[in-house]
């Protein structure tokens, strides 16, 4: 908990003055803190505490520099007292899902994911949207994806930044069959002659979590495979699914351990980490962690964006970190102010997290592709991250993120529909035709009540 010194500052001319204000610091919002003055208005008595509930980050700078350093001097320089709520990852929906339920508890709630279902206990963020355009400059395609519900017109959270998916792979392991995983059919041919040579696996989480949703999720994407189309009407009964699905099956047959099936969230990067894995599909945390502790196979590791087959698109996000406010928030306009602030440190964010943060508002790190391509400890290693913000998609691509794409992450039809093709519990027209059922249903659900 961190508390201001005095009254919290109060004016009557409304947000809109005191974001005149923001405007007129120009390009220093994008190197400091918005709004060093720290003025909010309400029409209503003045609240001066800020409560917010947010995922723990597992990168370590990160974490320290939100808790010990922005945090605290936000919360100085705006005169309000910060509450802060870190839970687990696999925590943060359950707790945001009881608070729906109450109506009541935090304020501001920060999530990896779009949570268009809880889009009725959300305020409208276009004001947000609008004014950290105005701030700095457009917001990426897909962050708006992410977060604006078509049929409502309303935007349901804030997208401020964002993990690509990343291809991790041994480069000394390729070089020893004279391949490189450029494509998805060199993929699968050098993974089961690696695999044959060297008693190496690769892996692709194919379990009920996060890592299953959107690795697999990257996949599809790569052949052109995707739960729905443009406008929100499922998809997924498609020519690109079967071969996705018969190529993962291949894939597992030939080059991939048991235990994907049944894998934890950390276990993708132990399987590379421990220097037993030849490639899988993660954010750029193995590579970072590989280098953070010394690893012996941190020589060996290389990354580059997701391949695409010719009929393929971008690859969607691999976590987006999406905040949002509640309709019951006793300190909206706080919470406002305080995500522009955060977009504004949003140079700092790139480089604490070894550029694991992206910006949803490039702007904001105009220097990003020299930074990249500089990187102390790997120069060269980074430098394709340059191609991420054109490559970039949401979750639920080439529709928005609502809330059917979101029940179908949740309920894990999709991992489901891979496990049981690959097992042989169904071939994979009947394991593809049992999801397709699935999501119609889902989509829908939602569309009876007007949110797709």
């Not at 120009?26 to 917010?52: C, F, Q, W």
């Not at 002659?193 to 690769?202: E, K, P, R, S, T």
């Not at 500089?374 to 394709?384: G, K």
């Amino acid at each position: 908990m961190t508390h201001g010194k005095d009254r919290i500052s109060m004016t009557n001319s409304k947000f809109q003055n005191q974001r005149r204000t923001i405007l007129q610091a120009g390009a220093s919002a994008l190197i400091g803190l918005a709004n060093p003055s720290g003025v909010l208005a309400t029409d209503h008595a003045p609240n001066r505490t800020l409560k917010i509930l947010r995922w723990k980050h597992f990168i370590p700078n990160v974490e320290y520099w939100f808790n010990k350093v922005f945090v605290p001097e936000w919360a100085e320089r705006n005169n309000v007292i910060v509450e802060v709520s870190s839970v687990g990852l696999s925590e943060i929906n359950q707790a945001a899902n009881a608070e729906s339920i109450a109506g009541r508890g935090h304020d501001l709630v920060e999530f990896v994911e779009s949570r268009a279902d809880l889009e009725d206990h959300f305020i409208d963020h276009r004001e947000l949207f609008e004014q950290g355009q105005k701030l700095f400059g457009n917001a990426l395609e897909s962050a708006h994806r992410t977060c604006f519900n078509p049929r409502t017109n309303r935007y349901h959270g804030f997208c401020t930044h964002y993990s690509p998916a990343i291809l991790t792979y041994r480069k000394d392991l390729w070089d020893s069959i004279g391949r490189s995983p450029d494509d998805w059919d060199s993929i699968r041919s050098g993974g089961r002659a690696i695999n044959l040579l060297h008693d190496m696996h690769q892996g692709i989480s194919l379990s009920n979590g996060h890592n299953a949703e959107h690795g697999l999720s990257a996949v599809m994407s790569a052949f052109g495979s995707f739960i729905q189309d443009a406008d929100g009407i499922t998809s997924l009964a498609s020519s690109a699914t079967l071969d996705v699905l018969k190529f993962v099956k291949a894939m597992y047959e030939e080059s991939m351990p048991p235990e994907v099936l049944t894998w934890s969230p950390a276990s993708n990067n132990h399987f590379m980490l421990s220097g037993q894995g030849s490639l899988t599909i993660d954010t750029l945390s193995i590579a970072r962690a590989a280098e953070n502790k010394q690893l012996p196979v941190e020589q060996n590791l290389s990354i580059s964006l997701v391949p695409m087959t010719e009929s393929g698109s971008g690859s969607p996000a691999y976590g987006a970190n999406n905040w949002a406010i509640w309709k019951f928030s006793r300190n909206s306009e706080a919470a406002k102010q305080f995500l522009l602030d955060y977009v504004a440190a949003s140079r700092t964010i790139f480089l604490k997290s070894g550029f694991q943060e992206m910006p949803s508002f490039p702007g904001t790190v105009p220097d990003g592709g020299k930074l990249v391509v500089s990187d102390p400890f790997a120069p060269d290693r980074y430098a394709f991250l340059k191609k991420v913000p054109k490559n970039i998609t949401n979750f639920g691509y080439p529709g928005y993120s609502n809330a059917a794409i979101g029940e179908v992450r949740n309920t894990h039809i999709i991992p489901n529909m891979f496990r049981r093709a690959i097992s042989g519990e169904l071939t994979p027209e009947q394991s593809m035709a049992q999801a397709h059922g699935e999501t119609e249903r889902v989509f829908s659900k939602w569309r009876s009540v007007g949110k797709i």
